[in-house]
């Protein structure tokens, strides 16, 4: 079945890195676009970033931008997002999310991984 | 930056009530906007895209309409499944893609 499954979050101190991943089945990963989404607690979605189904277009928001590296290796069905000079604000539960339809963008986020909780803190 | 805000931001409804979400954007969007259900732990879940296009499983209680600048989910009769967080998504283009701040639909 069509699946997203997060990996790599944890606690960490402000300043580190952590790399996220995103394994991918079910589907043909190449053909989508695909996204980070994140959630503070009790807070609502924010969108992180954005890679094209080639990887040739990335999108980050301006939250992160600089920081945050969004990623994907066609060849082994998987996303990441390598997160740097990681803030106490950046706790949250990251979620992968596939768009809708293959090679676009417009049409929304139609398969949603469980998601993996990043806490930064010291 | 398109900015989406969502009306209101709780929503006290009893099963059976007919329920309008609101979401508003800064500039036109088109019809390029989605909406989806969160539950507590959850992830979400789509259930309207381009504005007015049912997801596949998704129960025809809810409907999605508008253009441009204003949109509206509607579910047409609560359920109990249905008390949960909606939220409004804008997908203008690739650099553009930002959520609404969401809205609790909570029991009455």
């Known amino acids: 079945q069509v699946q997203l499954v997060e990996s790599g979050g944890g606690v960490v101190q402000p300043g580190r890195s952590l790399r996220l991943s995103c394994a991918a089945s079910?589907?043909?990963?190449?053909?989508?676009?695909m996204y980070w989404v994140r959630q503070a607690p009790g807070k609502g979605l924010e969108g992180v970033a954005l890679?094209?189904?080639?990887?040739?277009?990335?999108y980050h928001a301006d939250s992160v931008k600089g920081r945050f590296t969004i990623s994907r290796d066609n060849s082994k069905n998987t996303l990441f997002l390598q997160m740097n000079s990681l803030r106490p604000e950046d706790t949250a539960v990251y979620y992968c999310?596939?768009?809708?339809?293959?090679?676009?963008?417009?049409?929304?986020?139609?398969?949603w991984g469980q998601g993996t909780t990043v806490t930064v803190s010291s | 930056d398109i900015q989406m805000t969502q009306s209101p931001s709780t929503l006290s409804a009893s099963v059976g009530d007919r329920v309008t979400i609101t979401c508003r954007a800064s500039?036109?969007?088109?019809?390029?906007l989605a909406w989806y259900q969160q539950r507590p732990g959850k992830a979400p879940k789509l259930l309207i895209y381009?504005?007015?296009n049912l997801e596949t499983g998704v129960p025809s209680r809810f409907s999605g309409s508008g253009s441009g600048t204003e949109f509206t989910l509607t579910i047409s009769s609560l359920q109990p499944d249905d008390f949960a967080t909606y939220y409004c998504?804008?997908?203008?283009?690739?650099?553009?893609?930002?959520f609404g701040q969401g809205t609790k639909v909570e029991i009455k």
């Open positions: 999310a596939r768009h809708h339809y293959e090679y676009s963008t417009g049409y929304g986020m139609d398969v």
């Open positions: 079910g589907f043909t990963f190449s053909n989508y676009v």
């Open positions: 890679i094209s189904y080639d990887g040739t277009k990335e």
């Open positions: 500039q036109s969007i088109n019809i390029w």
């Open positions: 381009k504005a007015s």
């Open positions: 998504q804008q997908d203008n283009s690739y650099s553009e893609w930002t």
